[in-house]
């Protein structure tokens, strides 16, 4: 048998054994500019990066390490007390914002919302 009997048995069994499913069904929505601005200006307010979670979360955990295991002492004529106060406020402000953002991470909306938002305002704009 020679290579190229080989080549075309190969290319008639693919051809024999081959199920085509079709599934062309789409969607499909025209708007126009201003309403794809007006969706997003109304939903990428709503979104939170991982990135921005994760820098206020070490912020937080920084200055509560600190605060737990720094001995502060006096300072530039700043009493270790207060500097403690200080880390201590930072720490609560972090945290404070921390917890918005671990809520605005979890209630962010994904391209599926942003997608249905823009056909929902250029729907009510039509009618």
Request: glycine letters at 8%.
């Amino acid at each position: 048998m020679s290579t190229d009997d080989l080549k075309n048995n190969i290319g008639v069994n693919l051809v024999d054994n081959l199920k085509l499913t079709e599934n062309i069904k789409q969607e499909v929505v025209m708007t126009t500019r201003d309403k794809i601005k007006v969706a997003l200006h109304e939903m990428l307010p709503q979104y939170t990066s991982t990135e921005q979670l994760l820098a206020w979360a070490g912020l937080t955990i920084g200055l509560a390490t600190a605060l737990l295991t720094a001995d502060f002492k006096d300072f530039l004529g700043i009493s270790g007390e207060t500097v403690a106060g200080a880390v201590g406020l930072g720490a609560l402000l972090s945290l404070g914002v921390t917890s918005r953002e671990v809520l605005r991470w979890f209630r962010r909306p994904n391209l599926d919302d942003v997608v249905d938002r823009i056909i929902q305002d250029s729907e009510r704009q039509e009618a």
